[in-house]
């Protein structure tokens, strides 16, 4: 079953920056459509943004618009998430999922495990 794995979360002081990663091993990450999904403690997941098979198109949610960028490498398998200009608030565990081009939880058919990202001083 197609799994993603997530790497890159970590502990960041307010301003600054992180950039995470998600491979799907065994798989051809040029062949899906991404999201970046997040979940805060005692909140619903959310969709942070997402990005087309060939990285042509992309999404972000209002947010994160200005300071989030999703790109692909399509030649590593990989799609990051770099983060700029972090928030308290952008404290979550972050997830890779695969599906349709939303921003909508019901859209994705394939997620990873997360990885925690903290902001904090």
């Known amino acids: 079953q197609l799994q993603f794995v997530e790497s890159g979360g970590g502990l960041v002081q307010p301003g600054g920056s992180l950039r995470l990663s998600c491979v799907a091993p065994?798989?051809?990450?040029?062949?899906?459509?991404i999201g970046w999904f997040r979940q805060a403690p005692g909140k619903e997941r959310e969709g942070v943004s997402c990005?087309?098979?060939?990285?042509?198109?992309?999404k972000y949610a209002d947010s994160v618009k200005g300071r989030f960028t999703i790109s692909r490498d399509n030649a590593k398998n990989t799609v990051y998430l770099q983060m700029n200009s972090l928030k308290p608030e952008d404290t979550a565990v972050y997830y890779c999922?695969?599906?349709?081009?939303?921003?909508?939880?019901?859209?994705?058919?394939?997620w990873g495990k997360g990885t925690l990202v903290t902001v904090s001083s």
């Open positions: 065994g798989f051809t990450s040029n062949n899906f459509n």
């Open positions: 999922a695969a599906g349709r081009f939303s921003l909508e939880n019901n859209a994705m058919s394939f």
């Open positions: 990005i087309s098979a060939r990285g042509g198109n992309t």
